[in-house]
């Protein structure tokens, strides 16, 4: 069993849609979540991370976690072109000790 | 502030050849990482450096590859004999923490092809 589990889509939406992506993990001691961008041939860019569950928000990108589910998810507002990439979650141990990441969702998003 | 800074950007060799990847990790992040991405996967976590002490290498495979993080800075990721199977980016990575706030930066990678 994977410590993490990503849709590899890909996902295709219009211009202003609101994207939503998800992963599910395995271990309920992780205890850090990451959302990470990945543009094709450049190394993965941090979007967001929240620690333990709920919400956090940073402009048009919302990160939920469930850690009853085990679920997180990333929620993209007015998705732009500009957003099209694939997308990668990640989870970790408090210490950072363990960090693995999903296999990625690539979103299009088209003009 | 300068970006994580990894040499070469393309290497090309032959499976049982050896090959070294160089790693320049943003000025006072003291926590360093190499990972491993494979087409189509996400990165896999080969070893994680803590200053020049190692952390996590759990997942690094000791027969054939090695790190070192010279006094605590520059790093270098070695492959010796390398494998088809070794055909990857590699990717360096360096996080700081300051209090509760965390930053992590990934450099552009290192293309492998073994053929």
């Known amino acids: 069993q994977k410590e993490v589990e990503q849709d590899p889509g890909p996902l295709s939406v219009p211009e202003g849609a609101i994207v939503s992506l998800n992963c599910t993990y395995s271990n309920s001691a992780f205890q850090y979540f990451m959302w990470y961008r990945q543009y094709s041939r450049k190394g993965p860019e941090l979007l967001m991370y929240t620690y333990s569950s709920g919400n956090k928000e940073d402009g048009r990108f919302t990160a939920q976690v469930d850690k009853s589910s085990k679920y997180i998810s990333l929620f993209i507002r007015d998705s732009q072109p500009s957003d099209s990439a694939t997308y990668l979650c990640?989870?970790?141990?408090?210490?950072?000790?363990?960090?693995?990441f999903g296999s990625g969702t690539k979103l299009n998003v088209k003009p | 502030e300068a970006g994580v800074a990894q040499s070469p950007r393309y290497k090309i060799i032959e499976k049982r050849q050896s090959v070294a990847f160089w790693c320049n990790p943003i000025?006072?992040?003291?926590?360093l990482y190499w990972y491993q991405q494979i087409l189509g996967q996400g990165p896999k976590l080969l070893i994680q450096?803590?200053?020049?002490?190692?952390?996590?290498d759990s997942q690094l495979p000791k027969d054939r590859f090695s790190a070192e993080r010279l006094k605590g800075v520059d790093s270098t990721l070695k492959i010796q004999p390398a494998k088809l199977e070794d055909s990857a980016v590699y990717l360096c990575a360096s996080r700081r923490i300051t209090g509760q706030q965390w930053e992590q930066y990934f450099g552009p990678g290192t293309r492998l092809t073994v053929t």
């Open positions: 450096f803590q200053n020049n002490g190692v952390v996590d």
């Open positions: 990640a989870v970790a141990l408090y210490n950072f000790n363990k960090f693995y």
């Open positions: 000025s006072g992040h003291a926590t």
